[in-house]
């Protein structure tokens, strides 16, 4: 990098805009031709890759979907041909794959239309920031970021291609290079943490560290303590500072789990640190810069929490901008044989067996079944199918015997529900069910809450719910 270039007071990116759709393109050119930056567009990648030598490109914005070489295709030449330059991807929503592609080949950054002019002003202070630091610090990064992604899995790790998840993956691409706080609500066991890891992943610091906090497991004296830290003689055993999560996670992602849970005067205290980037360690008397994003998950309506004032009306709409609702299972069957598929693969491998199988009519009984657990009721019976079965190929049987019963089926207890009110019901069926894998397992919460496919905490709150 030139030092001309290190001391503009503001930095100006060289752009080639390379689009068919010459007004969206003239547009954009326009728009960052007023912003400052030196701006050159092509309509198609041959003239794109013609011009590049006469131009000095440090970013090229780049439609996925040309005609002839397609963006993808350029992409590789550009990879090649010019190295150095940041590539930002534009893609549509029903494009979004074939944008994970693009980053798997050197792709920068995507964006997703329409183009919000603030988000790709962000996404060039970003790259320009990121080369006045160091252009082979970045490509180290880039090429780092991309091993992250391969090993603990981007967007792919969210199986299916429903109508209603494929939206999700596409929110997920779209929100996770932001900075923004996202707010992923659903049922229990729908992906609300994968949906997290997923959003931080692909975000611009997949490298720094990702540290998820349940806040209905954890005691709230210990929860300030978890996640603000404290300082040296705060309290009684305190003997040293403490860093909590948001100073340790640095740039990385706080997920705070079930944050419907957290007590109201913790609830300020975030409140702060998102709002203000503060926080206060316990016992200090100076605050902290919180340079961390925060992903918050629940599975309660925030929204009815606040009316019953469980929950400050501030923070509630402070992390609701963004949120990402997980669809529940039921609402999108059609994803269940690639879940099925790539479950019992995930767990043939952890288990050290063969990959196996399930027999079509079982897999016809899968897609039907209700799902109250969502996934995690799903992986649960196809993990206790593989440790308890030996054929090569799963049956019903295998599947829905589990300790000698039905597993998901209707309970074994008379129907006693008189009402027709649908949700009530279904609450006295839960209410049932509940009871019964309670008294079955002995009343070990943990054993119940994985025949269940809820996890522990969610448990404990249906058991609340219910009085049993
Ligand atoms: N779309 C998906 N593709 C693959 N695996 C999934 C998907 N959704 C969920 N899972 C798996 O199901 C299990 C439950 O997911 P996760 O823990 O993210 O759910 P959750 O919504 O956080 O549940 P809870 O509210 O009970 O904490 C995990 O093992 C996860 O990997
Ligand atoms: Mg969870």
Known sequence: MSDALRDR?????????VDDEQVL?????????????????????????????????????????????????LLRKLRKQAPEAAVIMITAYATVDSAVEAFRHGATDYLIKPVLFDDLTARLSRISAGRALSIENQSLRRKLTRQMQSASGGI???????????????WIVRVAPTRSNVLVTGESGTGKELAARAIHDLGSNPEAPFLPINCAAIPPDLLENQLFGHVRGAFTGADRDRAGLFVAAGEGTVFLDEIGEMPLTLQAKLLRAIENREIL????SLPEKNRSRLVAATNKNLADEVTQGKFRPDLYYRLEVVTIPMPPLRERREDIPALVEALLARHAHRLGQVPRTVAPEALERLIAAPWPGNVRELDNLLE???????????????????????????????????????????RAFEKRHLKRILAESGDDRRAAASRLGLGLSSLYARIKEHGL
């Open 156 to 170: 792919e790790t969210i199986v299916g291609n429903s109508a209603a998840i494929s939206a999700v993956k596409a």
């Open 384 to 426: 206790r199918a593989l440790i308890l079965a030996d054929g090569p190929v799963l049956t019903s049987s295998d599947l829905f015997r589990s300790f000698g019963r039905n597993a998901i089926a209707s309970s074994d207890e008379p129907e006693t529900t008189t009402t027709d009110d649908l949700r009530e019901a279904i």
């Open 9 to 17: 007071p503001r930095p100006v990116v060289n752009v080639r805009i």
């Open 281 to 284: 360690p316990v016992g200090a």
């Open 25 to 73: 393109a003239d547009t954009l050119a326009e728009f960052l031709t007023a912003e400052g930056h030196e701006v050159r567009v092509a309509y198609d990648a041959a003239s794109a890759l013609r011009k590049l030598a006469e131009f000095e490109t440090e970013v090229v914005l780049c439609d996925i979907q040309l005609p002839g070489t397609s963006g993808l295709e």
